[in-house]
């Protein structure tokens, strides 16, 4: 063989061992990334009925890779039926059954707690995010002891309390989503993350609210990632506004034409 011929050889080489070391580099960074979402471990604040959000949380968490997570399922308090005019959130079960059997079915741990026996858990095992995938008001004690992460499906501080994405659409605010550390305040505390719905001139009214539901799921679990690089957290101020109730008929009667207002004046 010639010269140029060992050169064209140690060029193939070359080139093939530098390919071969960089598979075998970013295979190594995956286990690893792999790894350091597997041994966290998570607590999920849930009631004990199945609800669109639990289910969603759960199976989203064990696609992400968390393999250690705990659900506390909490009683359902049986309220008075609502009866909005127009629905905004997905309510139907991804799967039909309980969420004992969800959580065995993802090898996941299911614990019956009442609220109040929450904080004494929380503070018995080192869990590295606290989630609420499904409660009413925690106790003051709760939120002050844990750092507990909570997802808002409005873009605070603009959009506080019940019914957000009905007030942003009919007040022109801001529509999008929130996570955050929660405190003794509604809709208030340290951000975490936050993101505005993109809104295009196809989007009906529903098919904003699906867009919002997505992002906000998305957003939750994907919290969990992120605190460990956030080195200061911005408060949430509450003298903004505030928190809303749930809108009366005679403004959700209004909705579709005030969306139609919405996207005329926000989308260029």
């Not at 759960?58 to 009866?83: E, H, M, S, T, W």
């Not at 939120?143 to 501080?157: A, F, T």
Request: charged share 25%.
């Amino acid at each position: 063989m010639n010269f140029s011929t060992y050169i064209l050889l140690f060029f193939i080489v070359y080139v093939n061992l530098k390919y071969y070391c960089s598979i075998q580099f970013y295979f190594f960074i995956f286990l690893i990334f792999k790894r350091s979402i597997m041994t966290k471990k998570i607590a999920v604040i849930c009631y004990d009925q199945p609800t669109r959000k639990i289910q969603e949380v759960l199976l989203r968490l064990k696609g992400k890779g968390y393999d250690q997570v705990d659900a506390y399922a909490i009683p359902f308090l049986n309220r008075k039926p609502l009866r909005a005019l127009i629905k905004h959130r997905p309510s139907e079960l991804l799967l039909n059954i309980g969420n004992e059997q969800l959580t065995a079915n993802l090898n996941y741990k299911y614990i019956n707690k009442e609220i109040g026996e929450l904080e004494d858990c929380f503070s018995e095992i080192p869990y590295h995010s606290i989630v609420i995938a499904g409660a009413g008001l925690l106790p003051e004690s709760l939120v002050n002891r844990h750092k507990i992460i909570n997802s808002h499906p409005g873009y605070l501080p603009y959009v506080r309390g019940l019914d957000a994405l009905k007030w942003a659409v009919y007040e022109n605010l801001p529509i999008g989503v929130t996570v955050h550390y929660v405190d003794k305040d509604t809709d208030s505390g340290l951000l975490i993350v936050q993101k505005k719905v993109e809104i295009t001139s196809e989007d009906t009214f529903h098919s904003m609210c699906y867009k919002s539901w997505n992002l906000e799921m998305q957003l939750l679990v994907d919290s969990i990632e992120m605190v460990d690089s956030i080195h200061e957290f911005a408060t949430l101020p509450t003298h903004v506004t505030e928190p809303h109730r749930r809108m009366p008929r005679e403004k959700e009667e209004k909705l579709f034409q005030k969306f139609e207002e919405y996207k005329n004046k926000n989308i260029k």
